[in-house]
């Protein structure tokens, strides 16, 4: 029998395991990077989402929660859809951006969708801040 076939290929290098592995810096260095390709309109729901995580984001938040609350959850993305609805429909620098003013008609037709874009884009970014701040607090 020949025994150099009985080992794996990857026994001759000890840090084979390692190299799949990413720290959390990199990890969310990179996923910052990939935020940056987001389309245009959830690059801008992502701002207005950051702002207001920004207000809420301090010690003993809801969002550092083992279990966050889902009401506040639900409260928190019906903020933002206010805000990202009365930003739609008093934008004046669509001309700058070459877009059509979205019509009463079209938000309404759009909210179902957009609501779910923004409390995904939601969930990820507190995902993403609870990961950084590593302290969670267990009410």
């Known amino acids: 029998?020949?025994?150099q076939r009985a080992f794996p290929f990857y026994s001759g290098f000890p840090r084979y395991q390692d190299w799949n592995q990413m720290n959390e810096d990199q990890m969310l260095e990179d996923l910052e990077y990939l935020q940056q390709m987001y389309p245009m309109y959830s690059k801008r729901y992502q701002a207005k989402i950051y702002e207001l995580l920004n207000k809420v984001d301090f010690d003993g938040s809801?969002?550092?929660d083992q279990y966050p609350d889902k009401w506040q959850l639900e409260q928190l993305v019906n903020t933002i859809m206010q805000l990202i609805e009365s930003e739609e429909m008093n934008r004046e620098d669509m001309e700058i951006l070459q877009?059509?003013?979205?019509?009463?008609?079209?938000?309404?037709?759009?909210?179902?969708?957009?609501?779910?874009?923004?409390?995904?884009l939601l969930y990820y970014e507190i995902l993403k801040r609870r990961k950084k701040r590593k302290s969670y607090y267990f009410f």
């Open 62 to 64: 809801m969002i550092y």
């Open 99 to 120: 877009e059509p003013m979205m019509s009463m008609e079209d938000w309404q037709i759009r909210k179902p969708w957009i609501r779910e874009l923004v409390t995904v």
């Open 1 to 3: 029998m020949d025994y």
